[in-house]
């Protein structure tokens, strides 16, 4: 039999970055609260650089959704990342979930990311990722609150139900919401299971490699995509600090993996073509309003 998912699979997908330590991670807010993150070892620069050589050497490139937390701290990190072609965006200031402040909250995080990427890179900042996936799509108000601050475009979506993401039951497909356009990560819907899991984190790092090559090419077989696929820079530390007394769900869910990660994003950036969300939606180039 051939296997198919083996060859070179068309088209031209985006790759996207959620740059952040991994004391960040909502999975870990219980051991790492804001207030400890200033005492813990820094290891953000170091895993970026790695996950930027890897894309070097396959000459492809991505869209980082920065936190302005790391911008911040790690100046010369985001000017790193726009100096080799990346797009620079945003992914908020303080990581807390969307659905977790209120809207007065919500906008001074989202200004106060903007502002400092714009500084620190000199680049307009058009693109936004809610951490964790927070952002319901069915929350008009707060796309409108994300067009007020400047942000042209969201990739804020993981339309899966067997996660606590916010937008568990949201749309698959991009769409302008209050004059935002919304790019959802990538999931491959299979009817009454709804929408599958696949495209990055932790579905990348615990399902099997050949599930992530299948569903790729199965999305580009049914005509979908471009198609969005997420990572994180600690995703490829499995060495990175961890606290004791972890439960089962939340180890598997932060350090299942890790190991494999990089190994199999070698592969995954040689199965296509992957570049930043704004060449891979070219009307996304549209200037800020
Ligand atoms: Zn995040």
């Known amino acids: 039999m051939i296997d198919r998912t083996i060859s070179r699979i068309s088209g031209v997908h985006a790759l996207t970055l959620d740059i952040e330590e991994y004391f960040h991670a909502h999975a870990l807010c219980r051991w790492y609260p ?26 492809a490139h991505a869209t980082c959704f920065v936190l302005g937390w790391v ?12 100096a080799e072609g990346h797009e ?16 007065a909250a919500f906008r001074a995080d989202l200004r106060r990311a903007k502002a400092i990427l714009e500084d620190v890179s000199g680049v307009a900042v058009r693109g936004y990722r809610a951490p964790s996936f927070s952002l319901d799509p069915a929350d008009r108000r707060s796309y409108a609150v994300l067009a007020e601050v400047g942000y042209t475009y969201s990739s804020s979506v993981h339309p899966v139900k067997l996660s606590t993401y916010a937008s568990a039951q949201g749309p698959i497909r991009p ?15 299979a009817g009454p299971f709804g929408n599958l899991p696949w495209a990055g984190g932790a579905w990348f790092r615990l399902l099997p490699e050949r599930w992530t090559r299948w569903a790729l090419a199965r999305l580009v077989e049914r005509g979908e995509g471009p198609v969005v696929f997420y ?20 180890w598997l869910r932060h350090y299942g993996g890790l190991r494999r990660v990089e190994s199999r994003l ?14 891979a939606y070219p009307d996304l180039a549209a200037p800020a309003r």
Not at 175 to 189: A, C, D, H, Q, W
Request: net charge neutral; hydrophobic share 40%.
């Open 34 to 59: 804001p207030e400890s993150w200033t005492r813990l070892e820094s290891r953000v620069v170091d895993n970026t650089a790695r996950l930027l050589d890897l894309l070097a050497e396959a000459g």
């Open 71 to 82: 911008a911040e701290r790690a100046p010369v990190l985001v000017r790193r990342i726009v």
């Open 175 to 189: 769409r302008t919401v209050e004059g935002v356009f919304e790019i959802p990560v990538g999931t491959l819907p």
């Open 231 to 250: 990572l994180h820079p600690w995703e490829i530390d499995p060495d990175q600090p961890r606290p004791p007394r972890l439960d089962p769900a939340t």
């Open 266 to 279: 070698r592969r995954l950036l040689r199965l296509t073509r992957w570049d930043r969300l704004d060449r």
């Open 88 to 103: 620079l965006a945003s992914h908020g200031y303080g990581h807390a979930p969307v659905w977790a402040v209120d809207r």
